[in-house]
């Protein structure tokens, strides 16, 4: 099973930049996608973006398009969401998962990565 370990979250203003991380341990890590999520306090989990093995194809929700980009190196193991013009909407826990398709189901998950915007 694909251990994943998400980092780059910290407090922030808005309109800053923040990156994060999210680091897989496994053998054929290439062959999954992988998907952002957050939660934000009270509300629930929702998807962020992601990013296909296949063809490196990637999806955003409207909420984010234009200001993030993910991205992903193979070498490293690592995908990456950076995270621009932040807005205090943009609070929340983020994770990272593996899935087969960015459809889901969604198969590991890791443990999470705050981001605050704002006070």
């Known amino acids: 099973q694909v251990q994943l370990v998400e980092s780059g979250g910290d407090l922030v203003q808005p309109g800053e930049s923040l990156r994060l991380s999210c680091a897989a341990s496994?053998?054929?890590?290439?062959?999954?996608?992988i998907g952002w999520f957050r939660q934000a306090p009270g509300k629930e989990r929702e998807d962020v973006s992601c990013?296909?093995?296949?063809?490196?194809?990637?999806h955003y929700a409207d909420s984010v398009k234009g200001r993030f980009t993910i991205s992903r190196d193979k070498r490293k193991k690592t995908v990456y969401l950076q995270m621009n013009s932040l807005e205090p909407e943009d609070t929340g826990v983020y994770y990272c998962?593996?899935?087969?398709?960015?459809?889901?189901?969604?198969?590991?998950w890791g443990q999470g990565t705050q981001v605050t915007v704002g006070s």
């Open positions: 990013i296909n093995s296949s063809d490196g194809s990637t």
């Open positions: 998962a593996t899935t087969l398709a960015c459809s889901g189901p969604y198969l590991s």
């Open positions: 496994a053998f054929a890590w290439d062959y999954y996608t």
